[in-house]
């Protein structure tokens, strides 16, 4: 039981501050082979907390308002209907144009050498830490009142994300745990308004189907499929919609 809604946000503050002072002290004296074995292990990890969220496919106020054999259809419809508008609509490849338009306009070749660096550094943490799949997956479950299991998870990748930043770009990276705690704060708070509206089965669909969308940023880790998850981030508005319209045709 979390002390608080929000702590999953605040553990990642703290993991990106200490990550950036710990950078910049050690720069890149941890070897490849390291950070390797860890981003496997977080890997490993993001799938068994996937599989426990997926598993609310299971849940019995689901079966109970859709019947025994709907809910895998509505997380395999929610998938599929998703996965298709973030595809024709190209959201993950506009994820990664915005975060290259910030980059080109903040870090013009005109300012001073100390403060390119400071601002690319700022710029793409902030990305890296705010700009993905478990950062809207995580702070929604936290705010729907799941507990903060994947924000941990996101606030181990992000602090060992911000030594290997910090190594090269300095305290731009630590700066950069205010965005995380702007979008993360955000995102739960709009989580938390939705677990007050939604009803339970449709949670227990929406977070079924998250679970999915997180097996897919372990498959990224583990760098045995690139999946494009911010393409499938549709099915999330997706699973409670269909759930009301098979509750409404039974």
Do not use: C, Y
């Given at each position: 039981m979390d002390p608080?809604?929000?702590?999953?946000?605040?553990?990642?503050?703290?993991?990106?501050?200490?990550?950036?002072?710990i950078g910049i002290v050690l720069g890149r004296r941890l070897p490849q082979r390291t950070r390797d074995t860890v981003t496997d292990a977080l890997g490993l990890v993001t799938l068994l907390i996937a599989a426990l969220a997926a598993a609310s496919v299971t849940?019995?106020?689901?079966?109970?308002?859709?019947?025994d054999s709907a809910p895998v259809l509505i997380v395999l419809g929610s998938m599929l209907v998703g996965?298709?508008?973030?595809?024709?609509?190209?959201?993950?490849?506009?994820?990664?144009?915005?975060?290259?338009?910030?980059?080109?306009?903040?870090?013009?070749?005109?300012?001073?050498?100390?403060?390119?660096?400071?601002?690319e550094g700022f710029v793409s943490s902030s990305l890296v830490f705010c700009v993905g799949p478990l950062t809207i997956l995580g702070s929604l479950n936290e705010g729907l009142g799941n507990g903060s299991d994947q924000l941990m998870l996101k606030s181990a990748l992000d602090g060992f994300a911000s030594m290997a930043f910090a190594a090269s770009f300095g305290w731009g990276v630590a700066a950069a745990a205010v965005s995380v705690l702007v979008v993360q704060g955000g995102l739960t708070g709009v989580g938390a308004m939705l677990g007050?509206?939604?009803?339970?089965?449709?949670?227990?669909?929406?977070?079924?189907?998250?679970?999915?969308?997180?097996?897919?940023?372990?498959?990224?880790?583990?760098?045995?499929?690139?999946?494009?998850?911010?393409?499938?981030?549709?099915?999330?508005?997706?699973?409670?919609?269909?759930?009301?319209?098979?509750i409404a045709i039974r």
């Open positions: 608080f809604r929000g702590f999953g946000t605040a553990v990642n503050v703290v993991t990106v501050l200490a990550g950036s002072g849940s019995g106020t689901l079966t109970s308002a859709v019947g996965g298709i508008v973030g595809s024709l609509l190209r959201i993950e490849a506009g994820l990664e144009n915005i975060g290259d338009r910030l980059q080109r306009r903040l870090t013009r070749s005109e300012q001073s050498e100390q403060r390119r660096r400071f601002v007050q509206l939604l009803p339970d089965p449709q949670l227990a669909a929406l977070s079924a189907t998250g679970g999915l969308l997180l097996a897919g940023v372990g498959l990224r880790l583990l760098q045995i499929k690139a999946v494009p998850v911010g393409d499938l981030l549709p099915a999330l508005l997706v699973a409670p919609l269909l759930t009301e319209l098979v």
